[in-house]
């Protein structure tokens, strides 16, 4: 992946203003591609592994600016029950990071509280672009109060 091409496309909204974002993943380890697109758009990054998690999920990622949920194949009855507790106490936007979008899936997963799931054959820097693009959406909303370090 040729990361230098690419230029932040959303300035933070304050220099002392960091980007945190919350990359859910199912297994022993989330994939190196999306680690790497998590790590160009947050300053801090929340690991968690849905295998271990619960209903404080939430309280993991309450003060998140994102949150990317890597789904292989498709959404799980477990992936989707995550979505469900983070839509239910967070406006901050639910990216589905998956390597197939197939329709179904894809509508599971959106009814579930993600805002939008995109493929991972998608080139790196759109997928940065769109993450950005929901961050920037979401910050400009009157309920959403700004974090500073």
């Known amino acids: 992946m040729n990361w230098g091409a690419h230029r932040r496309l959303v300035p933070h909204m304050d220099l002392d203003h ?20 998590v790590n160009h758009i947050a300053d801090e990054t929340v690991a968690v592994d849905l295998n271990c998690a619960n209903e404080s999920l939430c309280e993991t990622v309450a003060d998140c600016d994102l949150i990317v949920v890597e789904a292989l194949g498709h959404t ?15 406006f901050a936007p639910v990216v589905v990071l998956t390597n197939r979008a197939h329709t179904d899936h894809t509508i599971d997963a959106i009814a579930a509280g993600a805002d939008a799931v995109i493929p991972l054959d998608l080139a790196p820097d759109a997928i940065v ?21």
């Open 18 to 37: 960091l980007t945190r974002v919350a990359l859910l993943y199912q297994g022993r380890s989330h994939r190196h591609k999306v680690r790497q697109i």
């Open 129 to 149: 672009a769109h993450c950005e693009a929901l961050m920037r959406r979401w910050r400009s909303h009157p309920y959403v109060t700004p974090r500073f370090a």
């Open 76 to 90: 799980t009855p477990h992936q989707q029950r995550a979505l469900q507790w983070i839509r239910a106490s967070s």
